[in-house]
């Protein structure tokens, strides 16, 4: 007998915890009312705002409707991210007048030390700074657990690729690319 109630409390406490879990998950939603936001791949990527390295305030959701949008998540300190460099500069080169957007968000927030490190390596797409390295706000919000992390958002603002800058095809990006 002492099993069985044991067992039913165990149940009823799972199905207890499974009822909590659904009706406290957060519902985000745009000014479209669009509560299909986030960073998996078929959500749309959610919207921020960032400094350019010429204190310019560039707002992801700005692209929308235009150009297809490379996000390379990546720190000075990080010896893999300085390795994909290069592969970002490559995709910036290819495709940037055929509608590509590389924005590389920095997540170390230290100005000088990133343009420097963009001019001795005369990269030249568009680094964004966020700053707390790991407690960086677009690591939180686009669920960021290790960099380098690329993700690809088409022209509609749907996330089309998240995961390793090597595991990108340029067949993805050229498939989603304005024609």
């Known amino acids: 007998m002492y099993s069985t109630n044991k067992k039913f409390i165990e149940i009823s406490i799972l199905f207890f915890l499974i009822v909590i ?11 479209s009312g669009d509560d299909n936001i986030g960073p998996n791949v078929g959500q749309v990527a ?7 390295l010429e204190d310019n305030d560039i707002t992801l959701s700005s692209f929308r409707g235009s150009k ?12 893999p991210c300085v390795n994909f460099m290069p592969l970002t500069q490559s995709h910036h080169d290819e495709y940037a007048n055929l509608g590509l957007k590389v924005l590389a968000i920095n997540i170390e927030g230290n100005k000088n030390l990133v343009q420097s490190f963009m001019s001795q390596n005369s990269y030249t ?16 919000l686009y669920q960021i657990n290790s960099i380098p992390r690329n993700v690809l ?17 340029t067949d993805l990006i050229e498939n989603h690319l304005p024609h």
């Open 46 to 52: 959610p919207d921020f705002t960032l400094r350019d």
């Open 125 to 140: 797409f568009t680094c964004l700074l966020d700053s707390g390295n790991w407690g960086a706000y677009t690591i939180g």
């Open 21 to 31: 879990s659904f009706s406290c998950e957060k519902k985000t939603t745009d000014s």
């Open 153 to 169: 958002i088409d022209v509609e603002g749907i996330v089309r690729f998240d995961g390793h800058p090597s595991e990108l095809s």
């Open 68 to 79: 297809v949008v490379l996000l390379d998540f990546w720190a000075t300190w990080c010896n």
